[in-house]
């Protein structure tokens, strides 16, 4: 289903399970798409409603014009959950798309029940990183700098595997213009204040070997939260869900029932 957010960006929206269920949203990171969630989804528990959408900029959804702010990016999230007609979900994000579920979380704690935050932080790098980045993509395209993330994005056990022909895929297909876009969006972003007011259930799950968001920048975030739940996947990059998708599927389908939201099986 293509749901219109309020700018008219269309966005691709998949949604799969039992109707009526309680619902995980999925919310993939920087130049990468719904994808990313293909290992992961037969593994969660039978009882859950899964909804997955491609970010602007990426996927099957439009590529407006970067820059792209998180407030943008946050209100896609919006009008997604809310198209579907869901409140109270569980958003698990990963890097970019936990930035995206830690703020939808701020703005609209009615939608939000859990937070699942993968590989991701409350401010990731500096807005001269973001900067330098963005110059080096504009003027080299995003195909001569694949290698450089996909090394940074793999922990060393994937980055010979069908994972990493995956994650080339995603990387390769994403448009220059909604890469960019997203950049933007991380550069401008620092939740650090705003999450430490959050009280709700959360899971931090960070790589090991993940060499785009380190695990102690990762801890510090989930610090903040009073009772977040903090674990390290041994042998996972940035990618764990494909990486290590039993791994990762076990944790979050742990929590879901931790927190209720799903009865096993
Ligand atoms: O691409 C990277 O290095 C890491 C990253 C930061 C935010 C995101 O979504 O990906």
Same mark, same amino acid.
């Given at each position: 289903?293509?749901?219109?957010?309020r &700018?008219?960006c269309?966005?691709?929206? *998949?949604? =799969? @399970?039992?109707?009526?269920?309680?619902?995980? #949203? /999925?919310?993939?990171? %920087?130049g990468?798409?719904?994808?990313?969630?293909?290992?992961?989804?037969?593994?969660?528990p039978?009882d859950?409603?899964?909804?997955?959408?491609?970010?602007?900029?990426?996927?099957?959804?439009?590529v407006?014009?970067?820059?792209?702010s998180?407030g943008q990016m946050?209100s896609?999230?919006?009008?997604?959950?809310?198209?579907?007609?869901?409140?109270?979900?569980?958003?698990?994000?990963?890097?970019l798309?936990?930035?995206?579920?830690?703020?939808l979380?701020?703005?609209?704690?009615?939608?939000v029940?859990?937070?699942?935050?993968s590989?991701?932080?409350?401010?990731?790098?500096?807005p001269?990183?973001? &900067?330098?980045r963005?110059a080096?993509? *504009?003027? =080299? @395209?995003?195909?001569?700098?694949?290698?450089? #993330? /996909?090394?940074?994005? %793999?922990?060393?056990?994937?980055r010979?595997?069908?994972?990493?022909?995956?994650a080339?895929?995603?990387?390769?297909?994403?448009?220059?213009?909604?890469?960019?876009g997203?950049?933007?969006?991380?550069?401008?972003?620092?939740?650090?204040?705003?999450?430490s007011?959050?009280?709700?259930?959360?899971l931090?799950?960070?790589?090991?070997?993940?060499r785009?968001?380190?695990?102690?920048?990762?801890?510090?975030t989930?610090?903040?939260?009073?009772?977040a739940?903090?674990?390290?996947?041994r042998?996972?990059?940035?990618?764990?869900?494909?990486?290590?998708?039993?791994?990762?599927?076990?944790?979050?389908?742990?929590?879901?029932?931790?927190?209720?939201?799903?009865g096993?099986?």
């Amino acid at each position: 289903m293509i749901v219109e957010a309020r &700018d008219g960006c269309r966005l691709a929206t *998949r949604i =799969e @399970g039992p109707e009526g269920a309680p619902a995980l #949203v /999925l919310l993939h990171g %920087l130049g990468m798409d719904m994808t990313l969630w293909d290992a992961v989804l037969p593994l969660l528990p039978g009882d859950i409603r899964v909804l997955r959408y491609d970010l602007r900029g990426h996927g099957g959804s439009d590529v407006p014009p970067a820059p792209y702010s998180m407030g943008q990016m946050v209100s896609d999230a919006e009008a997604v959950i809310e198209a579907h007609g869901l409140r109270e979900t569980v958003v698990a994000g990963l890097s970019l798309g936990g930035m995206v579920a830690q703020g939808l979380a701020v703005k609209r704690l009615d939608l939000v029940r859990a937070l699942i935050l993968s590989n991701t932080a409350a401010k990731i790098g500096t807005p001269k990183i973001w &900067d330098d980045r963005i110059a080096t993509i *504009r003027r =080299e @395209g995003l195909a001569a700098q694949v290698e450089t #993330v /996909l090394d940074r994005w %793999l922990g060393r056990d994937a980055r010979h595997g069908s994972a990493a022909g995956r994650a080339r895929r995603m990387l390769g297909g994403t448009e220059v213009e909604g890469y960019i876009g997203g950049c933007a969006a991380v550069s401008g972003t620092d939740l650090w204040t705003p999450v430490s007011g959050l009280r709700l259930p959360v899971l931090g799950i960070a790589g090991a070997e993940d060499r785009s968001v380190p695990t102690d920048l990762m801890r510090e975030t989930v610090e903040l939260i009073p009772g977040a739940r903090f674990e390290i996947l041994r042998r996972a990059g940035h990618l764990p869900p494909m990486e290590r998708p039993e791994d990762w599927a076990a944790l979050v389908s742990g929590q879901l029932r931790a927190i209720g939201q799903s009865g096993g099986a």
